[in-house]
């Protein structure tokens, strides 16, 4: 099974990527998606954010307000790795479930979908590691264009993540993204042919149909015994 890392920085075209790769067939689990699900209401996640937080963050329907949170952790360093302690339990488990469904029902090649990639220490799980790289000006824009916010606020939102220049050089393959949407797509389609390419052994072998080779293999081999010992 080859489990593909996808990384990049907030406004750096992650998502974008991680939806062409949904459009060509490729299963992708979000972290974003599982992060949002173990915040929901009444959730393990949710009552230590609480508890740790306090009720402000709350909405009116008990959701917690992802918008009053991010403006406490995106300027906070201590309260944002706070949250992330609180949170990493649980999104692991989250990633490793929807990872443990795929390889049950035989996918070869999933992509993992992680903003927290290296932070996280998951890259070590994955192979290839994908970075969507944007120059710092090209990002500062693109933030404050999508979410229609101040320079500073934007910056600070940047400035709390691990650097992209950094997460390039960690990087396996590395998309360059300060073009067009169309120069997205050609860049997209240049990879395909290195992430399609046939399994490792190693891969197979972690792959569903690998493991049932192997069982099949070994009681094969323990008949065989058998029978031969049956002989003498």
Known sequence: MRVIGLTGGIASGKSTVSNLFKANGFPVVDADVI????????SGGWRKVVAAFGDDILADNGEVDRAKLGQIVFTDPSK????NRLLA????????????????????IIVL???????????R???????????????????????RT?????QNRINAQMPLDLKRSKADI?????GSLEDLNENFKKILNHVTKPLTWTEFWLSR????????????????????????
Do not use: H
């Open 35 to 42: 992060a949002r699900d173990v915040l929901k209401r009444g």
């Open 80 to 83: 944002r790795q706070l949250l």
């Open 89 to 108: 339990p649980y999104i692991s488990y989250g990633i490793l479930w929807e990872v443990f469904k795929l390889w049950i029902k035989g996918c070869n």
């Open 113 to 123: 979908d992680v903003p927290l990639l290296f932070e996280a220490n998951m890259d």
């Open 125 to 147: 799980w994955t192979n290839p590691i994908i970075v969507v790289w944007v120059d710092p000006e090209t990002q500062l824009q693109r933030l404050m264009s999508r979410d």
């Open 150 to 154: 101040s320079a500073q606020d934007a």
């Open 174 to 178: 590395v998309i360059d993204n300060n």
């Open 209 to 232: 149909l690998g493991t049932i080779v192997a069982v099949i293999s070994i009681f094969s081999g323990i008949l065989g015994c058998k029978k031969l010992l049956a002989r003498l």
